[in-house]
């Protein structure tokens, strides 16, 4: 078999972003204008939210709904133990103690009961992050947030396309995030979206990604005549990373056919690897964004996840690891907060056994065989 080149992420940048990209910069408006605004009409009538605002990346979304929250200094936010570094972080950025809590086994989500019993009276939000795109428990979550008076701030950066039970990731807390990376379902080269149905919350967000200021420029009908009445931001984004994402946006019902099609082939061409725990694609009502196939290793050790990952690379498949450090088992974390090493065993193992195969957009039908069958040889030489 021809060895293939096979990255584990590959933006799709085509003519249609080139053009709006030029045209954007032979224009004189250059951020704040037209694009961003079709941007967020448009990203809001696709998830079915009342609010979409664009923002400088999904990190910046997630503190955004942290500071509408009110989340300060003696507060509390509970966090997945297995999520990306910026989940945490936001919570650190506004001063308050991020709790984390392990996940499920099955799919790498945070699970209500754990998320129960780490409530206290402090705990003001609660961050539920789809892990590689598979929505987590909301009508769970939903009901201990109800009960308890909490805010949910939905991780939404890799469940763009995904659904729960007909409704959109995003919509279903008091707000969504989404990531524009290039390694992600679309790309603005950076940039992220910030998802709400309430009113309140999206002016109050609108206000601190923009300084503060008591008006938007629109609204500044005597230009320079403003006040500034909260500590705000610069999380703006661009004209011209809007113009990329309306094109992207355009795209992505192709994108989602094609990692779900790669995906299921490749799921379906490993099955009978024993050795290998396929995390899932649908639970319930729930069904991925097919973010990619994520392959777990067992918890024992018997097969050696760098010797698996380097046969892979070696033959040309790309491969990424989510995430390789359980969050609060991170230097910065574990200084900070004295965390003992096996606090978060589940997410542990994850960081330690699990590897993540690509199914976007620039995988085709022969690359998808080629990943099943090195995968296979590459087990029988380990095993
Ligand atoms: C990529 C990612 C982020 C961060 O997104 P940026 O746009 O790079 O800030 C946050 N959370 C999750 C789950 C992600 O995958």
């Not at 096979?6 to 954007?24: H, L, M, W, Y």
């Not at 994402?245 to 490993?270: H, M, T």
């Not at 990943?371 to 029988?380: D, F, G, N, S, V």
Request: charge should be negative; proline fraction near 5%; aromatic fraction near 8%.
């Amino acid at each position: 078999m021809k060895k293939r080149e096979i990255p584990f992420g590959r933006p799709q940048i085509g003519d249609e972003e080139k053009t709006a990209v030029a045209e954007v910069l032979s224009g004189h408006i250059l951020t704040h204008g037209p694009y961003c605004q079709s941007f967020e009409e448009l990203f809001a009538d696709r998830i079915g939210a009342r609010h979409a605002i664009t923002t400088s990346s999904c990190t910046t979304a997630l503190h955004l709904s942290l500071l509408a929250q009110d989340v300060k200094a003696g507060d509390e936010v509970i966090v997945p133990a297995m999520t990306h570094v910026a989940t945490g972080h936001v919570v650190e950025h506004c001063g308050a103690r991020p709790i984390f809590v392990d996940v499920d086994t099955a799919t790498g989500n945070i699970d209500p009961g754990m998320v129960e019993a780490a409530i206290t009276e402090r705990t003001k939000a609660i961050m539920v992050v789809h892990y590689l795109g598979l929505p987590a428990d909301m009508s769970g979550l939903m009901r201990i947030a109800r009960d308890r008076g909490l805010a949910i701030i939905e991780d939404a950066a890799l469940a763009l396309g995904a659904d729960y039970g007909g409704k959109a990731p995003g919509t279903i807390g008091s707000s969504g995030c989404f990531s524009f990376y290039p390694t992600k379902h679309i790309t603005t080269m950076e940039g992220g979206m910030l998802t709400t149905n309430d009113d309140d919350l999206a002016a109050r967000v609108r206000q601190k990604r923009a300084f503060g200021y008591d008006r938007t420029l629109n609204e500044r009908k005597v230009p320079g005549v403003y006040d500034i009445v909260t500590l705000g931001y610069n999380y703006r984004m661009s004209e011209a990373q809007a113009a990329v994402g309306v094109c992207q946006l355009s795209k992505l019902d192709g994108f989602l056919e094609r990692r779900r099609n790669n995906a299921e082939s490749l799921r379906q061409q490993i099955a009978d690897l024993d050795v290998l725990t396929i995390f899932p694609f649908q639970q319930d009502t729930a069904r991925s964004s097919y973010y990619c196939v994520n392959v777990t290793l067992p918890a024992d050790g018997s097969v050696d996840r760098g010797a698996f990952i380097s046969g892979l690379n070696d033959a040309g498949v790309g491969t990424s690891v989510h995430y390789p450090v359980a969050l609060p088992m991170t230097t910065y974390y574990r200084d900070k907060y004295d965390y003992a090493p096996d606090s978060y065993p589940i997410a542990h193992w994850i960081s330690q056994q699990t590897v993540s195969l690509p199914c976007g957009p620039h995988v085709d039908q022969e690359d998808v065989d080629y990943m099943a069958a090195r995968i296979r040889e590459t087990l029988t030489r380990l095993l």
